[in-house]
């Protein structure tokens, strides 16, 4: 299959760009957290996608949302709506996050970079779990036509020890 974006001369280069995210606050717990959204940049509401929602996406959603675009583009991968669910904006509230939502006992103190934060009890996953089925899929349900069929979730880091019992 030709690439699409060949810059051999004399061809022409289309110019694509992705959507911007969507962004929804639920509530989890005693906060907040936030859901970052990519819909596929040719995303039409009539037609329904698969989503692959990624807890603990902070560092992985640009890589992952890239290279959903590229290859969609490409035809090398269905276009999917990408959901991330980063864990907070301070180093402290991140570990605290993680370490709850994502072990399944307590982990009792981190030291992160110099710095100690307590964690709380542990074993958070199931109320991790209860979040995706109570608040998320309900949520992205509302706003987009999701394939009930196709629903994924992938873990990077911290959000690679949730039990695969959640899914």
């Known amino acids: 299959m030709g690439s699409k ?4 001369p004399g ?16 509530p989890i717990g005693n906060q907040k957290i936030e859901l970052v959204i990519y819909k596929p940049h040719k995303y039409d509401p009539s037609q329904k996608y698969p989503i692959l929602i990624i807890p ?10 890239t ?9 090398y991968a269905i276009p999917t709506i990408l959901v991330g669910i980063p864990f907070g904006q301070t180093p402290g509230s991140i570990w605290v996050n993680r370490c709850y939502y994502f072990l399944p006992d307590s982990v009792g103190i981190i030291n992160y970079y110099g710095n100690s934060f307590p964690v709380k009890n542990g074993g958070g996953a199931q109320e991790f779990a209860q979040f995706l089925d109570n608040q998320v899929l309900p949520t992205l349900d509302k706003e987009y036509n999701v394939d009930q069929d196709r629903v994924g979730l ?6 690679a020890f949730l039990p695969p019992g959640i899914s």
């Open 56 to 65: 603990d996406a902070d560092p992985m959603l640009g890589i992952i949302k």
């Open 154 to 159: 992938i873990g990077f880091s911290m959000g």
């Open 67 to 75: 290279l959903n675009f590229l290859w969609s583009e490409e035809q």
């Open 11 to 26: 061809d022409s280069v289309s110019t694509l760009s992705m959507m911007p995210p969507d962004h929804f606050e639920l």
């Open 5 to 8: 974006f060949s810059t051999s």
